[in-house]
T-cell receptor, first 117, second 114 residues
Framework: DTGVSQNPRHKITKRGQNVTFRCDPISEHNRLYWYRQTLGQGPEFLTYFQNEAQLEKSRLLSDRFSAERPKGSFSTLEIQRTEQGDSAMYLC???????????????FGEGSRLTVL | AQSVAQPEDQVNVAEGNPLTVKCTYSVSGNPYLFWYVQYPNRGLQFLLKYITGDNLVKGSYGFEAEFNKSQTSFHLKKPSALVSDSALYFCAVSSLYNFNKFYFGSGTKLNVKP
C-alpha cells in the first residue's frame, strides 16, 4: 500500500500522559500536514512541513504540541501532558508541490483517534 | 481571512435524483478549491479540484463541481444520486497567497434514500 499511513490508529490515555503519533506520507510527496478533527467539524489545520522544514504552526497548537519531520520523510506529532480537550482525530496528509508553487491535492491517512480519560 | 462555508449540515435526496452540496469561500488571491468525501471510520478521500481553466470540473464517482467566481461558490453536483454516495462531504480552499494551507468547511452529511 503506497498511501499515507498513520500509527497508532487508536490511543486511549490518562490525562497528564504524553502521546506520540507517527505519519508516513506518500514517498515522493514533499509536503506533510497535520490536522485535527473533532466530531461534527471539518479538519482544523495544525502545522505543515516542506521537506524537513516546519513552515507554519497554527495558533491552535499550544506549547504542549510538537511536530517533527527529521529527514523529510515520516513525521511525528507529540502531545505532552494531555488534557481531555485534546481528544480528537489527528489527521496526517501529504501532497506534492509543483514547480509553480501550487500544492496539489492532499492525500489523507485514516487518522489517529486520541481519547484522553 | 480565509474561510469556507457549507451552509447545510445535511442534505437528503432520493436515489436517482440530482444532488447539490453547497460551498462558498473567502480567500485572498486566486482560489484553489477542493471537494473531499469521508466515509465512516475512514480518512478523507479526494473527489475533485479546481485550480484554473474550465469552471466545470469533473471528478471521481460521477461528481462534478462548478466554480463561480462572482458568487465565490463551488457547489458539488451529481446528476443521479446513489445510496452508496451517502457520506460526509467537505469543501476546502487554498491559495498561493496563504502558502497553500488548506481550510476546510464544517462538512455536509449527504443522505441518499432508496
Amino acid at each position: 500500500d503506497t498511501g499515507v499511513s498513520q500509527n497508532p490508529r487508536h490511543k486511549i490515555t490518562k490525562r497528564g500522559q504524553n502521546v506520540t503519533f507517527r505519519c508516513d506520507p506518500i514517498s515522493e510527496h514533499n509536503r506533510l500536514y497535520w490536522y485535527r478533527q473533532t466530531l461534527g467539524q471539518g479538519p482544523e489545520f495544525l502545522t505543515y512541513f516542506q521537506n524537513e522544514a516546519q513552515l507554519e504552526k497554527s495558533r491552535l497548537l499550544s506549547d504542549r504540541f510538537s511536530a517533527e519531520r527529521p529527514k523529510g520523510s515520516f513525521s511525528t506529532l507529540e502531545i505532552q501532558r494531555t488534557e481531555q480537550g485534546d481528544s480528537a482525530m489527528y489527521l496526517c496528509a501529504s501532497s506534492l508541490t509543483g514547480t509553480s508553487g501550487n500544492t496539489g491535492e492532499l492525500f489523507f491517512g485514516e487518522g489517529s483517534r486520541l481519547t484522553v480519560l | 481571512a480565509q474561510s469556507v462555508a457549507q451552509p447545510e449540515d445535511q442534505v437528503n435526496v432520493a436515489e436517482g435524483n440530482p444532488l447539490t452540496v453547497k460551498c462558498t469561500y473567502s480567500v485572498s488571491g486566486n482560489p484553489y478549491l477542493f471537494w473531499y468525501v469521508q466515509y465512516p471510520n475512514r480518512g478523507l478521500q479526494f473527489l475533485l479540484k479546481y485550480i484554473t481553466g474550465d469552471n466545470l470540473v469533473k471528478g471521481s464517482y460521477g461528481f462534478e463541481a462548478e466554480f463561480n467566481k462572482s458568487q465565490t461558490s463551488f457547489h458539488l453536483k451529481k446528476p443521479s444520486a446513489l445510496v452508496s454516495d451517502s457520506a460526509l462531504y467537505f469543501c476546502a480552499v487554498s491559495s498561493l497567497y496563504n502558502f497553500n494551507k488548506f481550510y476546510f468547511g464544517s462538512g455536509t452529511k449527504l443522505n441518499v434514500k432508496p
